[in-house]
């Protein structure tokens, strides 16, 4: 038996590769996404480790060409959520007794498995099913996948290293349980790493997950939980149960074993959550744990002394990048009058350089929205500023749904620091800009702060030492991550530890230890080496 004490070191991110033309990354992907392209798979729900088959048969569809099948898939019933619970539940009596370093193993071989053997196999998933170009794919079901997992054993290590002080009276410790039931991950379209985290943060920890992937990222999902097994998962630790929500969550929050929910998502879905979970609350064994990183209207406020080439960078980077469908995207700005014309042709000059298509053209720097309701509700916002009053559009406008979601990158410029597309979360390519008077620094900021329910990211851009801190004194409780002089997104595991408050999130910081302490139920253990034989205190002398 190895009795020594063991660390996971500080691990360093994982090297994103460029996919140049003719690089052998390049050439790979290639291959895979031809292959992928060219087959449509049959997709199962996995409980208990088995594949199950219900016979209810949805499809997986390319964002950028809608009409082409990559995938089925079988959903859930009732019935077979109800075998996952107790599946999770009985594999649980085994997992938590598993030393923590064993299960940090497992997470560090599929690290590997990841950067290695199917590294092109998630990216060319990413890219199909979720509308990614090959740099957004690479960044998300490769990097920050692999970081999450071998970050992860580092935090962990940190996790169970801390322990309490003791003297010479008594010994005292700290164990770290994992929750008494099962955590319900429910993972959104947009980042197949986010997916990843969300169910091994509570497993390696101990705990069982029941994992409700979106519809729009079945296919991704789905060989992310083919590798977690091939690394040792083991049968039920997580249950893979594509399907309706209305009946996947519902069975879940009705189990008195419901232990947890770890959460990305809109927060409409986690308000309502957060209520059935109220409603319940007499029938679970213990309370659970809830942590969700939510919606966001993220913002770039730019003082006159900004540089406008960085600026128009930043618009263009933050906004644009997977087609404004990242949390942390930039769908609001705040700019002087005086920085704006020459940012707009330094804009204009850019987009030049941006085209439009699908992701099998590798040289696209924007591709669809993931499916027709999105692209229908962000066109109806897009369509609207084209006879406002108050708005215009100075790049981009138009939309085309006849074979992909596809939606121009679009600017629009307002007179009104609250019209509709400065305060509503649209998740797409569209960036609204209102023009403040160079004067009235202070007063914008204030209007920033107070226009948006949401808090997840944002950014200042200045050369000014006073301003900067001024935006950042009152910005404070604006932006979970804030960024000076920088796009607000691409938040890297290990670096920046990501989450908003407000209507954003519980603000657990995914990619610290931070995020891994919800998902343990410390119990304090005191050892009395000589305990006393008098119940008598001096005082009663």
């Known amino acids: 038996m190895n009795n020594a004490t063991f660390f996971f070191r500080e691990p360093k991110n994982e090297t994103v590769l460029g996919y140049a033309p ?256 109220g409603d319940n609350i007499n029938h679970y064994k213990t309370y659970p744990k809830i942590v969700g990183e939510t919606g966001g209207k993220d913002f770039i406020f730019a003082h006159s002394s900004a540089c406008s080439k960085q600026l128009a960078v930043a618009i263009v980077r933050g906004s644009f990048e997977y087609q404004g469908q990242k949390c942390s995207a930039a769908s609001r700005a705040y700019v002087p009058k005086g920085l704006w014309n020459e940012t707009l042709e330094y804009i204009k000059a850019m987009m030049k350089d941006v085209t439009v298509g699908c992701v099998r053209q590798m040289s696209n720097y924007v591709n669809a929205v993931i499916d027709e309701k999105a692209f229908n509700e962000i066109m109806k916002y897009v369509d609207a500023a084209k006879t406002a009053s108050d708005a215009q559009i100075v790049i981009g406008g138009n939309g085309d749904k006849s074979k992909g979601f596809f939606i121009e990158p679009t600017i629009i410029v307002t007179s009104n620091p609250h019209y509709a597309t400065m305060e509503t979360e649209l998740f797409g390519p569209v960036m609204t800009i209102y023009l403040y008077d160079d004067d009235k620094y202070e007063e914008t900021l204030a209007i920033c702060d107070s226009t948006s329910p949401y808090a997840l990211t944002g950014s200042i851009f200045s050369n000014c030492i006073y301003s900067t801190k001024k935006a950042m004194k009152m910005l404070r409780y604006a932006a979970g991550n804030f960024y000076i002089n920088d796009k607000p997104t691409g938040a890297v595991v290990g670096n920046q530890p990501f989450g908003g408050a407000r209507a954003s999130g519980t603000n657990d910081k995914a990619g610290s230890e931070l995020n891994l302490y919800r998902w343990v139920s410390p119990r304090c253990i005191k050892e009395t080496l000589l305990p006393p034989t008098d119940f008598r205190y001096p005082f009663m002398g």
């Open 22 to 277: 003719n690089s052998p990354e390049r050439i790979e992907l290639e291959k895979e996404l031809t292959r992928q392209y060219n087959q449509c798979i049959e997709i199962p729900l996995i409980v208990n480790g088995k594949e199950v088959r219900t016979g209810n048969i949805g499809k997986v569809v390319m964002p950028t060409e809608h009409g082409h099948v990559l995938a089925t898939y079988h959903k859930a019933t009732k019935e077979v959520v109800e075998q996952a619970i107790a599946s999770a539940m009985e594999a649980r009596k085994k997992w938590e007794k598993v030393d923590w370093i064993d299960r940090c193993s497992i997470m560090q071989k599929a690290a590997e498995l990841l950067s290695k053997k199917y590294r092109y196999l998630l990216n060319a998933a990413t890219m199909l099913g979720q509308g990614k170009n090959p740099y957004q794919a690479e960044i998300d079901s490769a990097c920050e996948a692999i970081d999450f997992l071998r970050f992860n054993a580092y935090y962990a290590s940190k996790i169970y290293a801390q322990q309490p002080m003791s003297d010479n009276t008594a010994i005292n410790r700290i164990e770290y349980r994992p929750l008494e039931g099962f955590v319900y991950a429910i993972s959104p379209f947009n980042f197949t790493a986010i997916a990843c985290n969300l169910n091994i943060s509570p497993v390696l920890m101990g705990n069982v997950t029941i994992w409700k992937p979106a519809t729009t990222a079945i296919l991704s999902n789905y060989y992310l939980m083919t590798v977690l097994q091939e690394a040792g998962v083991p049968d039920g630790v997580i249950n893979f149960l594509p399907g309706e929500g209305s009946v996947i969550s519902g069975t879940c929050f009705a189990s008195p074993d419901l232990a947890g929910i770890h959460f990305t998502g809109s927060t409409g879905t986690f308000n309502n959550f957060w209520k059935q979970i």
